[in-house]
C-alpha cells in the first residue's frame, strides 16, 4: 500500500527533532508498490530517508520524502555455519541485531542499538566497536527509479569505505532504493571484542560468551554515553573519525604531552596502511567542547561527538553554527579539518 500526505511534519520522522515540513511525503509497504510510484513526476528534489537518525534537516523539504515500511527477516540458506538472512529495508536495524542474537547467530552484535533502519545501514556503512556493517552484508537488492528495474548488488561491488558506499556517488545518489539486504551470519562463536574496553567490560560480567552477552553490554556502553532520541535529540556521532600521517599523529601527540604531561598517551587507532585514527570526540573534548551549550545547541556532556537538541526547540541554524565552531576550533589546534558524518539535508 502506497500513502502519501503533503507538506508533512518531520519532526518524528528525524532524531534530530528538526520541526521541518515535506512538500510531500510518500511511505510504502511492499516492493511492488515500488513499480507503481512514478518517479519522474515526483517533486524535485526527492530523498529516501529510513529512521532519520543520520541526517539534519536544514529547513523545510521542497520535495518529496519516501520512506520504506518493508519489514520481514526471513532465513533463506542455512549450512552448518554460514547463515543468509534476508532482511526488509524498513527493518529497525537494532530489530534485527535483537533477532539475530536470540537465534545465536554471530555478525551483527557489535552494531546493536545504533538507530536507524536496515536500508540505510547499508547506504552509510554503519559501524561501531571494531565491526562495520559491510562485513556482514553479502547482498543489496534496490529498486533502479531510472531504469525501472529491480537489480541487486554484491558487496564487493560497493566500493563500502569508511562511513561511505558506492550509493553515496554523486553520479547515482538517489538512484536506486535498497528493498532488502541479504547479511550472511555465522552459527561458529566469531566475538570482536579488541575496540576499545568492550573485552573487560564483557569479561567482567563472568558469563558465557554469546552474541546475546555482547549486545547486552554494547547496549549497556551506548546508553551510558549517548542520549535517548526521545528525551534529547540528536543524530549520534556528528564528526567522522579523522584518519592521518603517522607524522602528524606524531606531532598531536609530542603536542599534547607536552601540555598534559610526559606520560600522557593520545587516543588513538593504528590501521594497516600506516596511517592513524584518532577519536574526533577526544579532540572536541581537548578543544574544550565537552558540555558546552549554546542557545538551544549543546556539545553533549556525557560524548563530545554528539550535539544535541538540548531544549528540543533548536532551529537547524543553531545545530550549524555550532557545527563550524568546533571544526574551526579543531583546525586552529590540531591542523585537521573535520567532516561530519552527519549529512545535511
Known amino acids: 500500500m502506497i500513502k502519501t500526505a503533503y507538506y508533512q ?6 532524531t534530530f527533532g528538526m520541526k521541518v515540513k515535506a512538500r510531500c511525503f510518500i511511505e510504502y509497504d511492499s516492493v511492488a508498490d515500488l513499480v507503481d510510484i512514478e518517479f519522474e513526476e515526483l517533486a524535485r528534489p526527492v530523498l529516501h530517508i529510513g529512521g532519520g537518525s543520520n541526517l539534519l534537516f536544514t529547513d523545510d523539504f521542497k520535495g518529496t520524502v519516501l520512506h520504506s515500511k518493508i519489514n520481514f527477516i526471513e532465513i533463506i540458506s542455512e549450512g552448518p555455519d554460514r547463515v543468509l538472512v534476508s532482511v526488509g529495508a524498513g527493518v529497525v536495524f537494532d530489530d534485527f541485531c535483537d533477532w539475530a542474537a536470540k537465534e545465536g547467530l554471530w555478525g551483527v552484535e557489535n552494531l546493536s542499538y545504533i538507530p536507524g533502519e536496515v536500508g540505510a545501514s547499508a547506504v552509510q556503512n554503519i559501524g561501531a566497536y571494531g565491526v562495520e556493517v559491510k562485513d556482514v552484508i553479502k547482498t543489496v537488492y534496490c529498486y533502479d527509479t531510472v531504469d525501472e528495474e529491480f537489480v541487486n548488488f554484491d558487496v564487493e561491488d560497493l566500493e563500502y569505505g569508511y562511513r ?42 563472568g558469563a558465557e560468551l554469546t552474541p546475546l552477552l555482547i549486545r547486552k553490554v554494547i547496549i549497556k556502553i551506548r546508553k551510558e554515553k549517548l542520549p535517548e532520541p526521545s528525551v534529547m535529540g540528536s543524530a549520534g556521532s556528528f564528526f567522522k573519525n579523522p584518519v592521518i600521517t603517522a607524522d602528524h599523529f606524531a606531532c598531536i601527540e609530542a603536542a599534547a604531552k607536552a601540555e598534559l604531561g610526559a606520560d600522557y598517551k593520545v587516543p588513538h587507532y593504528d590501521l594497516p596502511d600506516g596511517t592513524v585514527k584518532v577519536p574526533a570526540a577526544w579532540m572536541i573534548e581537548q578543544c574544550g567542547w565537552k558540555g558546552k551549550r549554546s542557545g538551544n545547541a549543546a556539545v553533549y556532556d556525557k560524548q563530545p561527538l554528539v550535539i544535541v537538541n538540548y531544549t528540543g526547540e533548536a532551529f537547524p541554524e543553531e545545530i550549524i553554527s555550532l557545527e563550524r565552531r568546533i571544526i574551526a576550533s579543531i583546525k586552529a589546534k590540531f591542523d585537521i579539518i573535520f567532516h561530519p558524518e552527519v549529512e545535511h539535508i
Request: aromatic share 8%; proline share 6%; net charge neutral.
Open 164 to 205: 561511505d558506499s558506492a550509493f553515496k556517488d554523486p553520479e547515482i545518489k538517489g538512484r536506486y532504493i535498497v528493498t532488502h539486504v541479504v547479511f550472511a551470519l555465522s552459527r561458529t562463536p566469531q566475538p570482536k571484542l579488541d575496540y576499545g574496553h568492550l573485552k573487560e567490560a564483557v569479561e567482567a560480567t
Open 9 to 14: 511534519d518531520l519532526t518524528k520522522m528525524n
